[in-house]
């Protein structure tokens, strides 16, 4: 007889302690909304005066911005499908939008740096005149609205990889604006025009590798590699060391968003073990030291024929 189990734990959360880490889908909406309302007004603001300006950091600022309203964009459509209930088609539900939007998020900030860098480098050497008063001022005015943004998405961002690509948009573009900011200043004070250029670099640097960051976090997911918070290696020794298991074949473990965590398992134990207390010690086990959300162990007393070792 084959027994399996498939016993839920809480969810894994890399700040448990936060309150708001775990505000409801609703309100994680509602911040979403504000903050890709806010961004996209000052996106059209930024590209319009530095058009106007002549400022690269302004143009890269706004550029930063659309890509900050796609990035918020996606996050606000990938926590109202992780709402939907499963169906036999789709028996997690779309808990996945969630990586597949921080995995679009950090690849378009990737290439937006790209692009950035080129367009810096250009200007370095035949940097054109530029408007100081009316970059510092609009320069202001992302700034504050950055920081707005920041404050809305912050404490929401531990529990959800993709509102952490979001608050990595945010984020770059609020160094963007003091940056913006601090080259108005000195071409106002010096007259020494690279300095927008030098600073975009800096910036896209900034863009750069917070994209790559999530990048390879989200791609890692979308694998259905092992989670970077679990050592499957002990996961599998862990297993080992309860005398009546002989064999592991077939260990699966993989995350299927940022919080949860699945594993599934044959093991071949010892017959005359009562397989019943075996399992619900090994769940238990499992549970309260890995912190795994859903996990399936099938027990049998000879391998199977489509049973690998392990892994």
């Known amino acids: 007889m084959l027994e399996h189990a498939h016993p839920h734990a809480p969810p894994q959360s890399a700040d448990p302690s936060g309150p708001e880490a775990h ?14 309302v806010l ?15 002549g400022s690269l950091a302004l143009l890269a600022d706004a550029g930063h911005m659309v890509t900050d309203g796609s990035a918020v964009a996606l996050s606000l459509a990938a926590v109202w499908l992780v709402r939907r209930r ?10 996945r939008a969630e990586i597949l939007a921080a995995f679009l998020n950090a690849l378009a900030l990737v290439v937006l740096a790209l692009w950035i860098v080129s367009e ?7 940097p054109p005149p530029v408007r100081a008063g009316m970059m510092f001022w609009i320069a202001g005015v992302g700034l504050a609205v950055n920081v707005a943004g920041f404050a809305a998405l912050y404490r929401l ?27 108005a200043v000195v071409i106002h004070l010096t007259g020494w025009a690279p300095i927008d250029a030098v600073l ?28 970077k918070q679990i050592d499957g290696a002990a996961v599998g020794r862990f297993l080992e060391s309860f005398p009546e298991v002989r064999q592991i074949c077939d260990l699966h473990i993989w995350g299927i968003s940022s919080r949860e965590t699945m594993l599934t398992a044959h093991l071949v134990v ?16 499992l549970a309260g030291r890995f912190r795994l959300a859903h996990m399936t162990l099938q027990l049998e007393t000879t391998p199977q024929s489509t049973c690998r070792p392990e892994w």
């Open 120 to 126: 810096a480098v250009g200007r370095l050497y035949a």
């Open 270 to 285: 010892d017959p005359a073990c009562d397989r019943d207390e075996l399992l619900r010690r090994i769940l238990d086990a």
């Open 39 to 53: 961004t996209l007004g000052v996106a059209v603001l930024e590209a319009a005066g530095g058009a106007a300006s």
């Open 157 to 183: 961002a531990p529990a959800n990889l993709g509102i952490r690509a979001a608050l990595w948009h945010i984020t770059g573009d609020l160094f963007g604006s003091l940056a913006t900011l601090a080259a």
């Open 86 to 95: 499963t169906s036999p088609a789709r028996t997690y539900g779309f808990r």
């Open 23 to 36: 505000a409801s889908p609703r309100e994680q909406q509602r911040r979403l909304a504000l903050v890709l």
């Open 200 to 227: 975009s670099l800096a910036i896209a640097g900034l863009i750069g590798l917070s994209g790559g960051k999530i990048l390879l976090d989200s791609a890692n997911l979308l694998l259905d590699s092992v989670p």
